[in-house]
Each structure stands twice: as C-alpha cells, then as structure tokens.
C-alpha cells in the first residue's frame, strides 16, 4: 500500500534438501527455492530473483511517483514514448484486450473508485458506475507501438500482469544464470526454472477447507511450467443474497457474478496461467467450462 | 431424557445460526492441531485403553471395543 | 516435502471442485494458442518447457508403537499401530487400519485375597495355579496376539452431506469381532454447524479356552470341564448423534449424544467370584478332598455371572481452543447404563509450540463410575445366589487419572513424531456395607498403576 515501504532485505534459510530466500516484493511475501549447493550460491540466485522483482515494482507499479506508469497517468492527454520494455507490455495488453472480448483492459482500474469491497453491501449507483466508466476502455487509447495517448482521466495499471510478469522474468534470468534448479514464488504465482534434481518434483500444497475435521491437502507436482492463482478472499460484496467478486468486468462496470472462490491455474508460464486464471473468473459460473475448453490442468474453488 | 437431549441438540442448531466464520477466516480451523480428533491413531489407542480398563467407552465416535479384553 | 504454500485465495477456499478435462468446445473459444503467442513476444527469448503438473495421488500413514505396562506383574501390552489414508479426487477417501498388538502378564481374576494360600484350576482346566498367602489372586492365562483391521470409505454426496461407512474384524485365539458402522453428516450455516448420524453393528464370537463355563456353577478340578462348553456371541448396537459448530475464528465445539445397546454373552469367561463363610468372611475351603493324583481349586469358587443385555447412553462435549498459537483442548464425557454404572471423565489437553517445528502437549484426564449393581466382593454359600454376580475390578466404585506429557517435532523431511509418556492409576473403595466380617481390611479394590509410552510417526503426502 502506498505510504508504507517495507523493507527490501533478503534473507536466507536452509530447507529440506534445498534452499529457501525471502523478500518482500509487490505487495506480497516472496521465496525462492532452488538446490543450490551452499548458501553463497543461494544468496546469489535470490540476490539476481529480489533484485528483478524490485526493479519491476519500482518501474511498474502505479504507487511509485516518477516513474513510467506515473508519467502515463499524469501526461493529460499527451503522447508519452515508452522503452522497449513497456511497449512490449503494452503490446501485451493490447493482444489480450482483443482476446477476451474487452474483458482483460488495462485502463479498467479507476472502477475501484465507485466500488468498496469490504464484506458490506454498498453498491454504488448506477449513475456513479456509468461515470465513471467514461475513464475505462482500451479502445480510447491511441497505442502507435512506441507511444501512447491516453485522454485525462484515464489511467493504465499493470497489476493484473506484473507480479505473473516479474515471476516469468526471473524465471527466465535464473535459468540463463546456472543450471540449477529452482522456483519462484511470489504469493502464490510461481514458476519453475528447471526440474528438481534432488527429489520427483516440485511440491506445491494448496489446503482446501471443509466444515468440520478432515481437511485434504492437495499436493500438485510441478516437474516444469507455473502455476497461477486469482482469488477473491476478503475482498467482496453481499447485497440482497447475491455474492458479488471483486474482479469487475470492465465492459460493464460491474462486478462478476457466480464468480468462483479463487482458480489456480498450470500452464507453461506465470503469465498464461494469471491470465487464464483472470479471464476464467470474468466467465463467472461459466468458469470450469472455459478452463476446461483451454486444455490445462487447473483447481476451481466455490462458495458451498 | 433421550428426548430432551434430542430436542435440545436440536434447538441449540437452530440458535447456532449466528454463530461461526467466513469461509476465508477458517485458516486457524484448518490447522491439524484443531481437528476435534487430532491423532485419530493416538484416539483409538486411548480408547482401547480406556474399554479394557474400565467401564465406559466410546463418546466421541462409536462405542470402540470389540476385543476380548472386557 | 511440501516446498511451498500456494499463500493467496488458496486458503480462503471453502470447498474445492477438481474439473474433468474433456474439450468442450461449446461457447469457449480457444485462446491458449494466441496467449501462447503473444506471452512469447512479451518474454521474449527462448519460452520454458511445457507444463508438467500433476496432482499427488496422497497416501498418508500414521503408524505408532505402544507399550502400556501395569505394576505388580499384571497386564503389559505392546502393540503396533498403522492407518493409512489414500485420497482422491473430489474429497474421496478410503483409510485402511491395521493393529497388532500382544498381551502378557496376569490380570485379577476376581477372587478376593485371603491370608491362607488358594489354588484355581487353570481356565483351560489343564492345570492348577498358586496365589500365596495375603496376595491378590491373578490369573496368568495365556494371553497371545490381536490382530484388527479397520476400512473405512468416505465421500460427499453433493455438495452438504458427506457419507462414510466402514467395517472392522479383530482376531484373537479366544475372540472374533467383526462389524459394520455408517455415518451421514450434513453441513449449515455456511458450514458452521455440522450435524452427524451414525449406526454400528457388531457381532462377536467368544470362544474361551475351556469353553463358556455356565454362569454361578463352581470352578471344578483339573481335567473336568462338565459346567463349561462351546461358545457363545454378543451383538452390540450404537447410534451416535452429534452436533459440531464453530463458534468464532479459534473455538469449535462439538456435542455428541450415544446409545449403545449390548446383549448376548457379556460376561468375562475367566472370572470367578469367592464363595465365602456368612460370619467370617473367609472363603470356604473345598468341600470334598482331592483324590490322589488329582489337582484341583483349593476352595470354593464359582463363575461370575452377568445380565445378558446392556444399554448405555452417554453424552459428550468437547471444545477446542485456540490461543496465539496454543490449543486448549476439554471434553467432559457422562455415562449411564442399566447395570448403574454411572460414569463422569473430564479430559484436558494443552499445547504448546515450541520454536517453529515442535510442541510439548501435557495432558490430564480425570474418570469416575460407580459401581454395577451386581458388583460384590463375594458369594455367601447357603444363601441364594443372586441373579448376577462379579467382582471384576472393572465393574467396581473407582476413581482413575492419568496425567501424561507428550512431545511433538517436525522431521527434516516434514513428517511428524512424536513421544508420550503416561501414569495411569485407578483407585477404588468398596462400601463397608458389601464387606464381610474378615474381609474388612483384607479386601480392598485392586488399585491400578500403569505406565502408558508411545511413539508415533505421520508421515506421507
């Protein structure tokens, strides 16, 4: 949250049979595990993974004043040319806006402003969404390739991509750096480098809540790709019985409904798998029958 | 008395309505520690115990025994 | 070795739902392909290896090894536990139990202590053994190895019930147990309240070593087996009815009401009960001298006898509390029956986490009956037997407490151990009233020590 800066220290513990670094870095707790044979080694490949994933926040993250995105959201109207990092983003975003129908837009969010998810049962007017649904739309935004003009108003926001982003990038750094095998984990959006050596796979447990006693973990074995998880926990609305999610469809404004709990998600890389995820809770009750028209291997969680 | 003991589970379900948590607040639930039966290889042996030795038995699940020891 | 805990919405999930991967192609379009695409071109570079994901089919063992041992030469037992749970998609689970245990040592075998030495012919009738003079009389017979197997299924059956049924056999030289038992639960209240039923049968064999002696007639000699024959059965019914709830975020409670309903053979084949003198007190020295060469009691005993049906009910609560990462664990148990016994046990249990991977858990429970109301020291020879008699200890007015201490730790591989030791005693009283002349001061319940030490390990997943 903007105002609090938590601090950027890195530490380092020994696992099982591989080592374990934490951060802190975009909003969430961060590891990286890898099989390195001593610590030197651990506390590099965490060094190359913390590093990154502050560098993406502090260039990406719309809390960071100076930075692009700031510059993006205060130009009022002007061209703003962006570096090759970001237009490949941007280009990004561009592609999936036009593969989801609109429901993927990276200007979709200043809806938060009309909307309050805390549990209650405010629900703005409709006057209040439509107005402020004049600021959302990809389709109002002059993108050249290297430059992009956004009326006042409006803003873009990456969060929807960054954290999966930034777990793919130092994905990709590790594997270029050493043939040891590792996975990075930043709140649940993960990626592995290499397959481990050292045991079968990797094992990644999500716990799943019953009533009552017996509780199955689930154990996913992750020889290679990523997982990738949207969820809602406590961020939601209940007016008149209905169960509002806090993902809004930007084509509408409003929130979805029947959206499930959360979905994981395995797929090739961080990225596909937090946009399948994303896209498949925009389907609402339709989310299982997307996932599975997809072909990937995910875990869908609903309200009983 | 079984059927004060009957009616009155029944009616303290109907007052628990109001009692309990969210789906998302039930991560302290969730942990082994706080299932009712913790260790159910440990249960059943304190229960064997407990049949061979005196003359009650069972209460949280089913009677237990089965054995020649009472 | 789990690596690492998916942290977000995961743990939020109330219910979770494994899809079936077949293609639907209705009204979902095909986007993984251009995804695929377009994530090439925001890496860019080389794009990683395709996925491999797969979920851990989950077997999970909880094994034990347990030694309780009595002071005094009596009872001690050493048995070897495992359950092993396999889970399947879709919260299905099947759990398979297996227990082995063997008994040595002598058990009380109901005879009350008197000050001269006394004889019992052996329950298998092939020999004779010799309590000394003062001591309590123990029967040493030959106790070999149990064997159990437990196998339970359990499933949900749409989205609030959830079904489980199972059956159980145990084995030993002079016993058979086999059973059945169901149990259908059904979740309100956004899963805040769990409402359960359950039904048990069971049907029990009993084939003593010996034979089934008929109940009051006298211990005979050696060789002579004519009050005793064949075998005899006991079928048990139990219904459970119960109600969990949660209460708040770190307290859940659980209340539970029993019937069980026991008849057929229900007594101990091996007990008999002193026939004493109605002045003295004293137990009736054998009426007819041993013939030469023979062996035999050296007084009057007689086999106990038992009703043939058994209803209990019991009523049960149990809270969990959890406090800063302390877990305070109470239940409070009542029992009444037919025979009026009447029972009260009150168990604790606290845990307290040490560092990050172990606990030390100390643990008391405190139990109380009373008495069956055929429980009684002895038999007065001359007077009208009693419908039913016994003075097995475990029928009797006692008090028993165990206080033990466990510890816990997390393996380098994250499975869990763990160590308990336990004192248990029982400390009994039988009324003046129910004493005879010499008995008063002679005899006295046959309290109990015993040591109770176990070490488990969970592991699996």
């Known amino acids: ?227 990738a998880t949207s969820g809602d926990a406590q961020r939601y609305l209940k007016k008149d019985g209905v169960r509002y999610g806090h993902i809004i469809d930007p084509t509408t404004g409003w929130p979805v409904k029947d959206a499930p709990r959360s979905i994981t998600v395995a797929a090739d890389t961080c990225v596909q798998a937090g946009m399948l995820s994303t896209l498949a809770m925009l389907e609402g009750a339709g989310a299982e029958e997307f996932l599975s028209a997809q072909g990937t291997e995910f875990w869908c969680l609903r309200e009983p | ?50 049949f061979s030795k005196e003359a009650s038995s069972g209460g949280r699940g089913f009677g237990g025994g089965g054995c020649g020891c009472n | 070795m789990v690596a690492a805990v998916l942290a977000a919405a995961a743990v939020a999930a109330t219910s979770l739902v494994m899809s079936d991967k077949k293609m639907r192609k209705k009204n979902s379009k095909q986007i993984s392909a251009t995804l695929a695409t377009a994530t090439c071109a925001l890496l860019g570079g080389t794009m990683p290896s395709p996925v491999q994901a797969q979920e851990e089919p989950g077997w999970d063992f909880n094994t034990a090894l347990l030694y309780y041992g009595e002071d005094e030469d009596r009872v001690q037992d050493l048995s070897l536990n495992i359950l092993a749970t396999r889970t399947f998609d879709d919260d299905r689970s099947l759990t398979l139990g297996l227990t082995v245990d063997g008994l040595t040592g002598a058990t009380p075998n109901g005879a009350i202590r008197q000050n001269v030495p006394q004889t019992f012919t052996q329950p298998s009738g092939k020999g004779t053994f010799t309590t000394p003079a003062g001591e309590l009389p123990i029967d040493d017979t030959f106790r070999d190895t149990r064997v159990a197997l437990t196998a339970s299924w359990q499933q949900p059956l749409g989205r609030l019930y959830k079904l489980s049924f199972g059956g159980s056999a145990s084995k030993e030289f002079d016993y058979l147990h086999l059973g059945v038992n169901a149990k259908l639960a059904r979740d309100f209240n956004n899963r805040n309240t769990t409402v359960s039923a359950g039904l048990a049968f069971s049907h029990d064999e009993i084939d003593p070593i010996g034979g089934i002696p008929q109940p009051l007639t006298p211990m005979l000699d050696v060789g002579d087996l004519s009050n005793r024959g064949g075998t005899d059965t006991k079928d048990i019914i139990d219904f459970v009815f119960g109600v969990t709830q949660v209460v708040s975020r770190s307290l859940l409670f659980q209340v539970n009401y029993s019937f069980s309903d026991s008849s057929g053979y229900l007594a101990d084949p091996y007990r008999i009960i002193s026939v004493v003198d109605g002045v003295t007190g004293d137990t009736i020295p054998r009426p007819v001298p041993l013939p030469p060469g023979a062996d035999g009691p050296s007084h009057v005993f007689a086999f106990e006898s038992r009703p043939d049906s058994r209803t209990k009910h019991s009523l049960y609560g149990q809270a969990k509390y959890y406090m800063n990462g302390k877990v305070l664990d109470a239940s409070y148990r009542y029992m009444t029956d037919d025979w009026e016994i009447d029972s009260h046990t009150v168990d604790l249990r606290y845990r307290w986490p040490i560092g990050g991977s172990s606990y030390l858990e100390p643990h008391l429970r405190f139990y109380t009956q009373t008495a069956a109301e055929f429980y009684t020291p002895s038999l007065v020879a001359g007077a009208a037997l009693p419908a039913y008699a016994s003075f097995d200890y475990r029928l009797g007015d006692f008090d028993a407490t165990t206080a033990g201490i466990k510890y816990g730790w997390k393996t380098r591989r994250g499975s869990d151990m763990s160590v308990r030791v336990e004192l248990y005693q029982q400390r009994g009283d039988i009324p003046a009233g129910d004493l005879i002349g010499n008995q008063v001061g002679l005899v006295r319940y046959p309290d109990l020590d015993a040591v109770i030490v176990q070490y488990s390990y969970h592991f699996g997943k």
Not at chain 1, 8 to 22: H, S, Y
């Open chain 1, 1 to 227: 949250m903007p105002g609090q800066r938590p601090e950027r220290t890195v530490e380092i513990a020994k696992g099982t049979d591989c080592w374990r670094g934490t951060f802190f870095a975009m909003g969430s707790p961060c590891e990286l595990l890898c099989e390195a044979g001593n610590e030197r080694d651990a506390k590099v490949l965490t060094a190359i993974a913390a590093d990154q994933a502050w560098r993406i926040e502090d260039k990406f993250s719309r809390y960071r004043s100076g930075n692009i995105v700031d510059r993006i959201n205060t130009a009022a109207g002007a061209a703003v040319e962006v570096d090759a990092e970001t237009a490949r983003l941007i280009e990004f975003a561009t592609q999936l806006h036009t593969l989801s129908d609109g429901r993927f837009d990276i200007t979709s969010g200043v809806l938060r402003q009309a909307w309050t998810f805390d549990g209650g049962d405010r629900v703005p007017a409709a006057s209040v969404v439509s107005a402020v649904l004049q600021h959302v739309g990809w389709h109002r935004v002059d993108w050249s390739g290297t430059s992009i003009t956004m009326p006042a108003g409006m803003e873009i926001d990456f969060g929807g991509v960054g954290k999966e982003y930034a777990v793919d990038r130092v994905a990709g750094l590790l594997r270029d750096h050493s043939g040891i095998a590792c996975m990075a984990n930043f709140g649940g959006d993960l990626a592995v480098t290499l397959p481990p050596v050292r045991r079968e796979a990797w094992q990644i447990g999500i716990e799943s809540l019953q009533g009552e006693s017996a509780r199955p973990e689930r154990v996913i074995n992750l020889k290679t790709g990523a997982l």
């Open chain 2, 1 to 50: 008395m079984k059927h004060s003991i009957l009616l009155a589970a029944l009616l303290a379900i109907a007052g628990c309505s109001s009692m309990g948590v969210e789906a998302w607040d039930r991560d302290i639930l969730a942990k082994d520690e706080m299932q009712l039966t913790s260790d159910p290889v440990e249960a059943a042996l304190d229960d064997h115990i407990y």
